[in-house]
């Protein structure tokens, strides 16, 4: 028997069932829409999903790289994937670099964050690209953002500055970034900084929402500590329905503050409600297929204790129009469509969450009447997975696995757990109706 031959292996998916075989391009996007850099997925580790990504970066045109960055941080609110895609970029070089480094970066702290990124294998020179981008990010933050993120660290925000060798804009800039680079800059009215110096919670957060100082996430994410310190409830009721801000948070984000503090559950779940009217009803008649496969109670991240499920149950419980939602594991379980927190509720607990037989699931859609399917999955099915029979049929991608089914033929491939990936649904109807 021969051994010094080449092999040739299949394509298959974590599962089993056989896998569409990508472009470079398509297996990146597929790593990176989805992807809560460094954490642990169900089947692969967050250090092996962090290298394919950059790798498979430095395989990609640079052009694609840097609109994918772009993608990422706008469209799917992602903040650290972005990061890892403007390593390769500045690794591969070019005129790209600075622009879209001043694009992407969008808090103050990831202008820290990427240099410790860049640096993750040991420090090294900044490029010239590099530098001009850090620079022109940097002029975009006020004092209140520069004393927020002013943290200890491997790379602090004076770092970036000495190493940008960035230009302020005018002389008030100027005067901030002396401030910063001698340590001096006014501590900002955060919630953090209150709470540390021994103020009241209830009348930190009282007055923050008061102000109108309160991030949209950071509200959300304190609605516990907010209910246990006897927070006025009409003040936050106010504030969540108001949603300041709530265009950067992802849908989920609802799920958990509501079972972290169910008291403000029926406010919660007419907000996350507000992005089903926000958008334009889909015509004709979908059906939803959700995964409530094992592999979907996999965490988002090591400090969460939400799901692929979770975003995925959300996802389908805000899309619009006249819809039939089915869940699959090992069976197919029809559920009530409803919206919200109750759609989510019922797409949760409508099954055990065992196998991933998408297949058998897909092929009991095909004999149902409708217009569109839409699946929502992290794609690790066990058995071969049919072509949809529907008109508008979306395979949409919520895990950063190196394989998928969902590709070819009449399937559309979307990578997100974003809300954006219904407006991409709409978008893309309206062009193909247009031409």
């Known amino acids: 028997m021969r051994l010094n031959i080449f092999q040739k ?5 974590h599962e089993g069932a056989p896998a569409a075989i990508l472009s470079a391009e398509q297996r990146l996007r597929r790593s990176v829409l989805s992807c809560l850099l460094w954490e642990d997925a169900f089947y692969e580790d967050g250090e092996s999903i962090a290298e394919r990504i950059y790798t498979l970066a430095l395989e990609v045109e640079a052009n694609r790289v840097a609109s994918l960055a772009v993608e990422a941080r706008e469209q799917m609110k992602l903040r650290h994937a972005p990061l890892i895609l403007l390593c390769a970029l500045i690794k591969a070089g070019g005129p790209l670099v600075a ?4 694009r992407v970066v969008q808090r103050a702290d990831e202008l820290s964050e990427l240099v410790a990124t860049y640096w993750r294998d040991g420090k090294k020179p900044l490029s010239k690209q590099m530098k001009l981008g850090l620079a022109r990010a940097f002029t975009k933050f006020d004092a ?4 927020k993120y002013y943290r200890a660290g491997p790379v602090r ?10 230009k302020p804009k005018d002389e008030a800039q100027a005067e901030l970034w002396k401030q910063l680079a001698a340590g001096t800059l006014a501590a900002p009215d955060t919630w953090e900084v209150a709470l540390s110096g021994g103020a009241s919670k209830a009348e930190t957060f009282t007055r ?3 102000e109108r100082k309160l991030g949209y996430l950071a509200m959300l994410r304190n609605l516990r500590n907010m209910d246990q310190a006897g927070v006025d409830e009409d003040l936050v009721k106010a504030a969540i329905l108001a949603r300041r801000g709530a265009d950067r948070v992802l849908p989920f984000r609802y799920i958990a503050a509501a079972r972290a503090a169910p008291r403000f559950e029926p406010w919660l779940d007419q907000a996350l409600s507000e992005t089903i009217l926000e958008q334009p009803v889909f015509t004709g008649r979908t059906i939803v297929l959700v995964d409530v496969s094992g592999s979907m109670d996999g965490r988002l991240s090591a400090k969460s204790d939400l799901t692929r499920m979770d975003a995925a149950a959300t996802l389908a419980a805000i899309i ?3 819809v039939r939602v089915f869940t699959f594991s090992n069976g197919v379980v029809e559920v009530p469509p409803r919206r919200g927190m109750a759609g989510v509720d019922a797409i949760i607990r409508s099954q055990s969450h065992g196998g991933t037989e998408l297949g058998k699931a897909v092929t009991k859609i095909n004999g149902i009447k ?9 794609e ?3 058995d071969r997975v049919p072509q949809p029979v529907a008109k508008q049929a979306y395979m949409i991608n919520v895990a950063s696995y190196r394989n998928g089914v969902g590709y070819g033929g009449a399937w559309t491939h979307i990578d997100g757990f974003s809300e954006n990936v219904l407006s991409y649904i709409r978008e893309r109807e309206q062009l193909v109706k247009g031409a």
């Open 157 to 166: 925000l004076r770092d970036v500055l000495f190493l940008s060798h960035a």
């Open 9 to 13: 292996r299949p394509r298959i998916t």
């Open 99 to 102: 622009p879209t480094i001043e």
């Open 208 to 210: 923050l929402l008061s």
């Open 380 to 382: 690790q099915s066990s």
């Open 320 to 322: 619009p129009g006249e």
């Open 370 to 378: 409708h217009d569109r399917l839409i699946v929502i999955t992290d």
């Open 144 to 147: 209140y953002a520069l004393a």
